[in-house]
């Protein structure tokens, strides 16, 4: 089962970019999708965004359309999210997690199996 490893968080000014990874390190076959959420202090996790393995496609919360985009690189068992325009209230824990099986709720964090540990990202104005 998959072992989920996030980098790429950090401190950014307003404006600026950055780049989350999440490897699966245990990656199998019934891995169906990936999702990336985040949490706010007092707040509930947050969908942000989400792709399938097989197909690629794609799926935005929409606080991030238009700034944000999750890719994932199948041969390294890695999802990214860049993330463009950053806002202060993007400012949260960003955590990826991994979906065995199919599901047509994909933001919701209870139909996902397994976690990462998170990482923060600071947007200072």
């Known amino acids: 089962q998959g072992e989920l490893v996030e980098s790429g968080g950090g401190f950014v000014q307003a404006g600026g970019s950055l780049r989350l990874s999440c490897l699966v390190s245990k990656r199998t076959l019934s891995s169906h999708a990936m999702g990336w959420f985040r949490q706010r202090p007092g707040k509930v996790r947050e969908f942000v965004a989400a792709?399938?393995?097989?197909?690629?496609?794609?799926y935005y919360g929409d606080s991030v359309k238009g700034r944000f985009i999750i890719s994932r690189d199948n041969y390294e068992n890695t999802v990214f999210l860049q993330m463009n325009s950053l806002k202060p209230e993007d400012t949260a824990v960003y955590y990826c997690?991994?979906?065995?099986?199919?599901?047509?709720?994909?933001?919701?964090?209870?139909?996902?199996?397994?976690w990462g540990q998170g990482t923060q990202v600071t947007v200072s104005s």
């Open positions: 997690a991994e979906r065995i099986g199919t599901t047509s709720k994909l933001e919701q964090p209870t139909e996902y199996n397994h």
């Open positions: 792709t399938l393995w097989s197909s690629g496609t794609t």
